[in-house]
């Protein structure tokens, strides 16, 4: 099988060598490049220097980009985290011990039994009840008792009724009762603040 | 040429360690220094999914996450101005000054880790982060620390439980804490610092956190407050120990309000003077005989069995003979005439069980079931009990007699409204909800308003006619609990007396349990109202001492829900004859 195939590459071969034989060699002269190379270079060197420059900047901007998120985040969490206080003050402020607390100082008391008012005829359905301060409930269980060292029993001091009739001892009285009447009550708060002590 | 042969040994020399050094870095345990390599300069933070809400039935919290701060110290850089750290600290943080004196300086020695105050919300925590650092104070860190509020404190607080310091440990924050928990998320990058800012184009990784997802219950915020609030009134008013009591919507079982007395303030669980037991529902948790209001199901199911009417008559002894003792009333009589709207009407236990003849043990029990004694409500309390329903093969006749008028046999409050309930929706009984919706509870098993179920146990007509005869219950001159009347309102209910068993002794103590179930209006109900005072100290029955609670809570919840008057006409059932 190799021998008709090396038969024709040795016949080939000759023949080329023949060729080369047979041809004259001349020198061709030497193409002189005129293009400058200065510009070529700078090229380079802006493209490189650019390049790098830009990719550093292009970092930097990056990094600022990551400070400013990382501010700008903690900047969410500060807000989402008040809004959430503020959130959860609103829910106490909704707390109905506190409304009913509050409604009940001015003087509003839950009714026994509803009434309706129907608004197109002025008509009212449902038995009229009046609500009286008694039907209030208790909102807070009454104090515990004080023990008797700090509840002494009240010292009552009898004053002789004064004899005469004239106007204006009576009303200094009255306004000496008055005034004592208004200082009592401040005690008592005064002792209140310091059992909550 | 000696002295490049000296200089060939010398490289070959440091090579050679470089080479070894190589394979012990490469070969010994490789891992471990990557491990270390990453660990430098790389930040993790858990990303804490937020606890879903435990909300009202109108979208109220009941139990709401807001963001807090753990303030954690570390001693060796604390220890040097321990006192005027603990002063400024105490003071912004309204902590104990010793306490956080101690954590300042450490509690063990070599500690660098103390948690200085938990739960701090998160304003307040950096606020004073930022002031400690501006005064030129170091070693004090936050850490996220999500805080559990109950905005109203002590409101439906049997029901939903409450937070120990990392775990639920009680009601509904227990049972459904898996939906409420939500999933941790995670995120790691390269940081120049250990954390805070990331190094861009590093590697990162963020796994979200999935948020829990909030609990919406049945309950009605503002009617539960009212509910405990008279509740809490009627216990001081009367020194009872205990009380319970239930709202339902009669048509579609939603329980408006649950309130048990004492409770306790769901943000302070371990407040002074705070039993383990009121801070579970009792109204769930424990057992109580129903006394009389249980005659409402016995006679329902007599006429729905077509074995009694209402106007049918009976002759009512002094007292009643039967195999072991005798059976008396609660007030004297000599033999009266009654029929069987004046047992109801008068509470007569003679009577009952004289109308109850009709009824096998069997028989009586398998309506009670089907009221739904004896078994659990299932609404996603846990430790609910089932009470206790003898089963009718072992029950004897005198048994049969005392169940016949709600003795010998316990039940939880539920269970019961919901029995009287099925009375008020015209015989249907519809089983409570808590849940709105669907959840799964701890145990697997999904309840809410999505699985009601709806089953008839007796008639319309037996429902209608039972109905009719505890309207009487509330009649002035013949009934027992007038005090039990809501103003321009047909109101049907019925007291209940029971003996109290001492869980001790397992006998009766002496001491009552009284009780008022009802619903309004009598003849198209909308809700049902079931009140329960335990071990009250003054002497008094389900209609003078549960009847007025009855009719405040009754009397509230129809205006707060609009339900007119129905200008039906009363009751005229004869009681005598």
């Not at chain 2, 996450?65 to 006192?83: E, F, N, Y």
Request: aromatic letters at 6%; glycine letters at 10%.
């Amino acid at each position: 099988m190799s021998s008709p195939v090396l038969q024709p590459r040795t016949r080939v071969s000759r023949l080329a060598q023949e060729a080369v034989d047979k041809a004259r060699l001349t020198v061709v002269p030497r193409v002189r490049s005129r293009a400058p190379r200065v510009p070529f270079v700078t090229l380079v060197s802006l493209v490189l220097v650019g390049g790098i420059v830009g990719l550093l900047l292009f970092n930097t901007s990056m990094q600022q980009a990551s400070f400013s998120a990382s501010a700008l985040q903690t900047e969410a969490d500060t807000l989402a985290a008040r809004e959430q206080t503020l959130r959860m003050e609103l829910d106490d402020l909704r707390n109905p011990q506190r409304v009913a607390e509050q409604a009940q100082s001015m003087g509003m008391v839950i009714p026994a039994a509803p009434v309706f008012l129907d608004l197109r005829t002025g008509k009212t359905t449902g038995v009229r009840t009046p609500s009286t301060p008694d039907q209030s409930i208790q909102l807070e269980p009454p104090a515990p008792p004080k023990p008797a060292i700090l509840a002494p029993a009240p010292t009552v001091v009898e004053v002789p009724a004064p004899t005469t009739t004239d106007p204006t001892t009576t009303t200094e009285a009255d306004t000496q009762a008055t005034a004592g009447a208004d200082s009592k009550p401040q005690k008592n708060k005064q002792a209140r603040k310091n059992r909550n002590r | 040429m000696m002295r490049l042969r000296i200089g060939f040994v010398l490289i070959a020399m440091v090579l050679s360690f470089f080479g070894a050094r190589l394979v012990q870095l490469q070969g010994m345990d490789p891992k471990s220094y990557a491990a270390m390599a990453a660990a430098e300069g790389s930040a993790r933070l858990t990303l804490e999914a937020e606890r879903g809400d435990i909300l009202d039935r109108n979208g109220v919290p009941l139990a709401d996450s807001i963001r807090g701060k753990m303030v954690i110290a570390d001693p060796v850089l604390t220890a040097g101005t321990a006192p005027d750290l603990a002063r400024l600290l105490s003071d912004r943080l309204s902590i104990d000054y010793f306490k956080t004196l101690d954590a300042l300086r450490g509690r063990k020695t070599g500690s660098r880790f103390e948690y200085v105050a938990r739960r701090v919300p998160s304003t307040l925590a950096s606020d004073t982060l930022d002031e400690l650092e501006a005064d030129g104070f170091e070693g004090i860190s936050l850490e996220d620390d999500p805080i559990r509020d109950y905005p109203a404190g002590d409101v439906a607080a049997n029901l939903i439980g409450y937070m120990g310091t990392d775990e639920p440990l009680g009601g509904f924050e227990r049972t459904f804490d898996k939906q409420l928990a939500g999933t941790d998320g995670l995120a790691t990058w390269q940081s120049t610092s250990g954390k805070g800012v990331r190094i861009p184009l590093r590697e990162s990784t963020l796994k979200e956190p999935r948020d829990g997802t909030p609990l919406r219950t049945t309950i009605d915020g503002d009617l539960q407050w009212f509910t405990q609030k008279v509740l809490a009134q009627a216990v001081r008013q009367y020194r009872a120990k205990s009380a319970s009591a239930a709202v339902m919507d009669t048509r579609t079982g939603e329980v408006l309000a649950f309130a048990d007395v004492p409770t306790f303030d769901a943000n302070d669980p371990t407040a002074p003077g705070v039993k383990a037991d009121d801070r579970v529902s009792r109204g769930m948790t424990d057992t109580y005989e129903p006394g009389s209001v249980e005659k409402v199901l016995t006679v329902s199911s007599l006429i729905d069995a077509g074995k009694a009417f209402p106007r049918q008559k009976f002759k009512v002894p002094p007292d009643l003979a039967r195999q072991d003792r005798v059976i008396g009333d609660w007030f004297d009589h000599g033999n009266i005439r009654l029929t069987l709207a004046g047992i109801i009407a008068k509470s007569s236990n003679i009577g009952t069980v004289l109308a109850a003849d009709a009824f096998s043990p069997p028989q009586l029990v398998e309506y009670l079931k089907k009221f739904g004694l004896g078994q659990r409500t299932n609404v996603g309390v846990s430790g609910e009990t089932p009470g206790i329903l003898t089963p009718g093969d072992q029950m004897t006749s005198q048994t049969k007699d005392r169940v016949a008028f709600g003795q010998s046999l316990s039940v939880n409050v539920l269970q019961m409204t919901a029995a009287v309930n099925t009375i008020a929706n015209k015989g249907v009984r519809v089983s409570p909800s808590l849940i709105s919706g669907s959840a799964v509870t701890d145990e697997g098993q999904t309840v809410g308003t999505d699985t009601t179920t709806r089953t008839r146990v007796v008639s319309k007509e037996a429902a209608r006619g039972t109905a009719k005869m505890m309207e009487r219950v509330l009649d002035p001159e013949d009934g027992v609990a007038p005090g039990a009347a809501v103003p321009g309102y047909l109101v049907a209910g019925k007291t209940g007396t029971a003996q109290r068993v001492d869980p001790d002794c397992g006998c009766y103590d002496g001491s009552t349990t009284v009780s008022f179930g009802g619903f309004a209006p009598a003849d198209d109900a909308r809700f049902t109202v079931y009140v329960v005072v335990h071990a009250p100290g003054v002497d008094g029955g389900g209609g003078s001492i549960a009847g007025p609670v009855f009719s405040r809570i009754m009397g509230y919840v129809l205006g707060r829900y609009g339900v007119e008057p129905t200008n039906g006409t009363p009751s005229r059932l004869p009681v005598e004859w």
